[in-house]
């Protein structure tokens, strides 16, 4: 349909008025239901973090994030909430993020529902990353404590120092597979990380290969020895670190409910009720 030639300043100006009226007419149903669908997916949102928030204080979240120091760096990082409550934090805003797609989808702004989309592509590797580092942080943990007392137990020297070593490891290991998995910088990091192990290996090979043959020898025969000695210590040690990783396994059983049943849980160990344990008595026959 070929426009109909303007032949003053009045038609222009009306022409251009009703165009926009049209435009703006038929906008308006869009804005409706950009603006509908935004406070319904605010408000579900709102209900559904305070929903996760409960649920993982019930299970007692925030207790193995303590002991994995998620907890501490949270309170680091200056966030006054909780882990229960930063992942729900976290929940709510990932609902929001989908809201907001469906809603400028509807207004018929597709440039940025496709970056909106593409930030949510993301976040599910932020939070397996996330939890890749609470793993860690209990495994780091748990490691440390069992190799100091298998160290401490030996007779081994200085145990907190391979402690440490242990637990600096696992964290190494840690942070390059969470920032694999959010993609930041994942070709420096694993450069880094290659060459970092590559001149520790080339370290300890020149040590002993070029500046200390005979000392290294020494060394070596002084550690076998050391261990020909330790060896009935070691055993002792694997024996008292599977008691203790079995302990803590069964403190955490525990902690999640007290067992039903007769017995009463102690620091001493379960106390029977004296009824319970009475024989029965017979009763005289007439």
Do not use: C
């Amino acid at each position: 349909m070929q426009p109909l030639p303007v032949r003053d300043w009045g038609e222009a100006f009306l022409t251009s008025m009703a165009s926009a009226l049209a435009l703006l007419l038929g906008a308006i149903p869009k804005i409706i239901g950009f603006l509908v669908i935004l406070i319904i997916g605010w408000i579900l949102s709102g209900i559904l973090a305070t929903a996760v928030a409960s649920l993982l204080r019930a299970v007692r979240f925030n207790d193995l994030a303590q002991r994995s120091g998620f907890s501490g760096f949270i309170r680091q990082m200056g966030i006054e909430n909780d882990a229960a409550g930063m992942l729900a934090s976290l929940a709510k805003w990932f609902v929001r993020l989908i809201v907001l797609v469906v809603a400028f989808d509807a207004l018929g702004l597709p440039a940025v529902s496709q970056v909106l989309q593409q930030l949510l592509l993301w976040l599910p590797n932020l939070v397996v990353a996330m939890v890749i580092l609470v793993i860690a942080g209990l495994a780091a943990n748990a490691l440390h404590g069992l190799v100091r007392g298998a160290t401490a137990q030996a007779g081994l020297g200085n145990p907190d120092l391979l402690a440490n070593v242990a637990r600096v490891a696992v964290w190494g290991f840690a942070i390059v597979v969470a920032v694999n998995q959010i993609g930041v910088a994942e070709t420096l990091v694993n450069t880094l990380f290659m060459g970092l192990v590559g001149a520790l290996a080339l370290a300890l090979g020149l040590a002993f290969g070029l500046g200390g043959r005979e000392t290294a020898g020494q060394i070596v025969s002084g550690w076998y020895r050391q261990g020909q000695r330790a060896a009935p210590r070691l055993a002792q040690a694997a024996e008292a670190a599977s008691q203790q990783a079995q302990s803590s396994t069964q403190s955490m059983r525990t902690g999640m409910g007290s067992p039903g049943g007769s017995a009463v849980a102690t620091g001493n160990g379960p106390t029977t009720r004296p009824d319970l344990d009475r024989p029965p008595t017979s009763r005289p026959t007439a």
